[in-house]
């Protein structure tokens, strides 16, 4: 019980620093400021080793059922983290950020567009956390996480902190981000 308690803390701060990378990418409007603010968020969570859904499932062992559990814990968590940090920040923080062709663009987006996409962020973020692992090196973080946010891809936990500023909770595309990064990352750690 107690490392769920555990769990579920670092994983709602894990959200919230990724919402965090959120607000600033588009405080600055987005772009290549934007993208290298994001990774902010990323490269904290890796520093504080918090648990990003993200960022863990590209070390999932398939012999370990329990993990699966423990993954969708983390993730349930993610979202209440940045999720209540998004929505409360903009709206009460008067940040008065509009997502709202933001979210129109990725809500209309394709089923499986919106799989590919997710499997290229998984994919990156695989590579920018065991890019650090291995070199405990910033920029390892930071070019993966850039390049996933100047292409557009999808990141289930940042979605749903865009999602949540425009107090939408819930769209069609968000089970598919998961698979799509979760697939990204299985992906490129197990070959």
Known sequence: ??????????????????????????????GLLGSVLFSLGLITVILQKRWLFTGKI???????????????????WNFVG???LCYVFNRYGELYLDTTSLCEAKMSESLLSAFVKAVGCGMLMYIAVE?????????????????????????CV??????AMNGTLWCAQLPVWIL????????ISKI
């Open 1 to 30: 019980m107690k490392e769920l308690k555990s769990i579920a803390r670092d994983s709602f701060i894990a959200g919230i620093l990724i919402g965090l990378g959120c607000i600033a990418n588009l405080s600055v409007g987005g």
């Open 58 to 76: 590209g070390y999932l062992n398939f012999t370990v059922g329990r993990e699966y559990a423990t993954l969708l814990w983390c993730l349930a």
């Open 82 to 84: 940045i999720g209540l």
């Open 131 to 155: 890019g650090y692992k291995r070199s405990e090196n910033l920029l390892t973080v930071i070019f993966p996480v850039a390049i996933f946010i100047l292409c557009g891809f999808d990141h």
């Open 158 to 163: 940042a979605n749903y902190g865009y999602l």
């Open 180 to 187: 799509g990064n979760a697939a990204g990352s299985l992906i």
